[in-house]
């Protein structure tokens, strides 16, 4: 994969609109704020036909964005919503219309309740419409909603998608919508629309995280041509929530692909983003989670002290510094525990076991472990006490 990933983060609408108290103007600006610092260029700013609130907040972000950045907007298949979406955004120096409209054999049967050939047209003349107001100045996209659904009749929906870039469409996207299955499925269908797209169509996906795997498919996307990734800051979003910007960052970053943003940010970015969604990071949460620098097995913590200095660890998926961590590896002592664990946590105290001391320090420290729980500090101090 040669071309550089774009991220189209969402988290200004498709994460705000899962969250029980949708955020207020002020508060979207913060988050639109977070984002530029972050280096995200490609920014969906709300749905301005869901409601007034949107509609001024979308206006609002257009008017005060730099000019590097795009800012989009999500509409239905509808002619008034599309005038309503490109009203709101049509200040920004790259509006970015967003047309989205469900392509899966079941939705179109038993929620839209359309024939497939009509969608197909209403999908054309929904883009045709959007240039028309845009112009050259701003961008069109494409979503076929549930094209995760969407194996049985792919050929009808790469059919829609060519009838869209005709009529348009600088950009088709591809959501797993509701994520049900093996990543595998998802990317092998991805593939077969890129090759079939027209070279200049950016292509883009969309993965929410049903079943957890969010990050893994919208990271093989990428891999199997889906340049554009979109994501929302912490994953947030309906139900188990979307594809995780930092996460898929990190990932990338790893397999040494330039991700243009601003890594170092991604910490701090990540507390204020839970605060304002009321949305705790949990403890175990990849990257941020407290307990994800946390050793507490011997044999882990024997690797993690001898390569606590490398910016590979032992037992570590990366060098956390680089995205505002102040610690890489943190011991913690339990009955299974050992001695680089005690050596490790005592010399942050400024004491050096000796091999007498470690061996006797090490049995009564798991003897008293195995009724306790971890031992603070605090406790192994007490305890090496008694063994001077």
């Known amino acids: 994969m040669k071309k550089a990933p774009v991220f189209h983060d969402t988290t200004l609408r498709d994460g705000n609109q899962s969250l029980a108290k949708p955020w207020n103007l002020e508060e979207k600006l913060e988050v639109f704020g977070l984002l530029c610092g972050l280096g995200v260029e490609k920014i969906e700013a709300g749905f301005p036909s869901a409601s007034a609130m949107d509609f001024e907040t979308c206006r609002t972000i257009a008017e005060v964005a730099d000019g590097n950045i795009t800012v989009g907007a999500l509409t239905r298949a509808v002619e008034k919503d599309i005038k309503t979406t490109y009203e709101s955004i049509a200040h920004a120096a790259t509006p970015r219309i967003h047309i989205v409209l469900a392509l899966s054999p079941f939705t179109m049967e038993h929620v839209l309740k359309i024939h497939p050939q009509k969608v197909k047209q209403l999908a054309a003349e929904s883009v045709a419409y959007a240039r028309s107001l845009i112009k050259n100045r701003g961008e069109v996209q494409f979503t076929a909603e549930h094209f995760g659904d969407c194996m049985e009749n792919l ?23 509701v994520e049900r299955y093996r990543p595998y499925l998802f990317t092998d269908m991805v593939e077969k629309v890129v090759s079939a797209l027209p070279e200049h169509i950016v292509a883009s996906v969309h993965c929410h995280n049903d079943l957890g795997m969010a990050t893994a498919t919208s990271v093989e996307s990428y891999f199997a041509g889906a340049v554009q990734i979109e994501t929302c800051l912490n994953g947030i979003g309906e139900r188990a929530g979307n594809a995780n910007l930092f996460e898929i960052a990190a990932v990338l970053n790893n397999c040494g692909v330039d991700t243009g943003l601003n890594i170092k940010l991604f910490v701090q970015t990540a507390k204020r983003i839970a605060e304002l969604s009321e949305t705790p990071i949990h403890q175990k949460a990849p990257l941020f989670g407290e307990e994800v620098v946390m050793h507490r097995s011997g044999i882990h913590q024997d690797g993690a002290a001898k390569t606590k200095h490398m910016t590979k660890g032992a037992y570590r998926p990366m060098d956390f510094s680089a995205i505002g961590r102040t610690e890489n590896d943190r011991m913690g002592f339990t009955s299974q525990s050992g001695r680089s664990a005690l050596a490790e946590i005592l010399a942050n105290e400024g004491i050096t076991l000796s091999g007498q001391q470690a061996s006797a320090l090490i049995r009564i420290c798991k003897k008293a472990s195995e009724t306790e729980g971890e031992l603070s500090t605090g406790r192994i101090l007490e305890l090496f006490a008694k063994v001077q």
């Open 155 to 177: 050929d009808f929906v790469t059919e829609t998608f060519l009838a869209c870039t005709d009529a348009g469409a600088d950009i088709i996207n591809m959501p797993n919508t």
